[in-house]
Nanobody, 124 residues
Framework: QVQLVESGGGLVQPGGSLRLSCAVS????????IGWFRQAPGKEREGIARIKNRSGLIYVRDSVKGRFTISRDNTKNMVYLQMDSLKPEDTAVYYCARGTTAFPGWDSRSYADWGPGTQVTVSA
C-alpha cells in the first residue's frame, strides 16, 4: 500500500526557513514523480515543486524559485522541501503526492496517494 506522510510544518516568522519532509512507503522514488503542493484558505491547490523518478529532474514553480528547493534521499525513501525566505503568502497546508503518469506536470488530478498535509504559517 502506497502511503505518503508530510511533516515539518509550523509557525515561522517572515524571512525564516522550514524543511518539510515527505516519508514515502510502498513505492520506490525511482518509479515515479513526487510532487509538493500547497493550498491556502480559499484558494486552489497548486503544485510548487516536483522531482522526477530516475532522472531526478527537478521542476520548481516560478513563484517560489530561488527560495524553495526540492530534494530526495532514495536510501530513506524521503523527499524534502527546503523553504527559505518565507513570506506570509506562503502560508498554506503543504502536501506531497505521487504522480500517476509519466509526465504529471502541475495538475493535481495527475497525482494520487496524497498525504494528510502539514500546516505552514508565516507570521510575525
Amino acid at each position: 500500500q502506497v502511503q505518503l506522510v508530510e511533516s515539518g510544518g509550523g509557525l515561522v516568522q517572515p524571512g525564516g526557513s522550514l524543511r518539510l519532509s515527505c516519508a514515502v512507503s510502498g513505492f520506490s522514488l525511482n518509479d515515479g514523480t513526487i510532487g509538493w503542493f500547497r493550498q491556502a484558505p480559499g484558494k486552489e491547490r497548486e503544485g510548487i515543486a516536483r522531482i522526477k523518478n530516475r532522472s531526478g529532474l527537478i521542476y520548481v514553480r516560478d513563484s517560489v524559485k530561488g527560495r524553495f528547493t526540492i530534494s530526495r534521499d532514495n536510501t530513506k525513501n524521503m523527499v524534502y522541501l527546503q523553504m527559505d525566505s518565507l513570506k506570509p503568502e506562503d502560508t498554506a497546508v503543504y502536501y506531497c503526492a505521487r504522480g500517476t503518469t509519466a509526465f504529471p506536470g502541475w495538475d493535481s488530478r495527475s497525482y494520487a496517494d496524497w498525504g494528510p498535509g502539514t500546516q505552514v504559517t508565516v507570521s510575525a
